[in-house]
């Protein structure tokens, strides 16, 4: 799925975040940066460890924070580091915050960088335990009102990867009510 939003792409596929051709890709990583399972450890041991000695040198990463370090082998240039957090129902809305955040970081780091094209996995809705029907609006939302602010700013591709036809359609399916509720 594919729209236009503020004069931006806002893009949903299926597919593989190791695997894209974007300026960054962005890494639901834990706070250590240090390389763990799920997305973190798919970018870690294709993007080789380059990544790993850069990350080292950051100090790790606060939850809703962006960092930025090198794409290593990976077809992206770099790999925007962030954490999301982990979910408890009875937090929902500050969770909500912090996974905003979090794509609001990953997008502002890429802008500060000079970046057109970002990739994002679903932020924390592995491990991290947050439903994925609660995270796609969430994700989404952030990512076009970033798109928004930043009118004719450099990121001009925001691409959701998403593993599985499961995380695919509830992302769609998210994007489509946001943009049949958003004024024309």
């Known amino acids: 799925m594919r729209t236009e939003v503020h004069g931006a792409v806002l893009e949903l596929v299926e597919g593989d975040i190791t695997q894209q051709d974007t300026e960054a890709i962005v890494n639901a990583a834990n706070s250590s940066l240090l390389g763990g399972g799920g997305v973190d450890g798919a970018i870690h ?6 990544i790993l000695a850069a990350c080292r040198k950051l100090g790790g990463c606060a939850t809703g924070e962006a ?38 970081h990953s997008l502002e ?4 960088h000079d970046l057109g094209s970002i990739a994002f996995p679903s932020i924390s809705t592995g491990a991290y335990g947050y439903p994925i029907e609660e995270a796609a609006p969430v994700a989404l939302q952030a990512a076009i009102d970033f798109l928004a602010q930043q009118v004719e700013g450099p990121v001009r ?3 959701f990867v998403l593993w599985g036809r ?4 509830q992302y ?9 509720s ?3």
Do not use: F, M
């Open 45 to 50: 041991r294709a993007g080789g460890p380059e």
């Open 67 to 104: 960092k930025l370090t090198t794409g290593g082998r990976l077809r992206a240039g770099y790999v925007i580091h962030t954490v999301g957090p982990i979910y408890r129902k009875e937090e929902s809305d500050q969770a909500a915050r912090l996974l905003a955040s979090a794509y609001r």
């Open 109 to 112: 780091v890429a802008a500060e």
């Open 157 to 159: 591709l925001v691409r």
């Open 166 to 169: 499961h995380a695919y359609e």
């Open 172 to 180: 769609c399916s998210a994007l489509t009510r946001l943009l049949s």
């Open 182 to 184: 958003a004024p024309a």
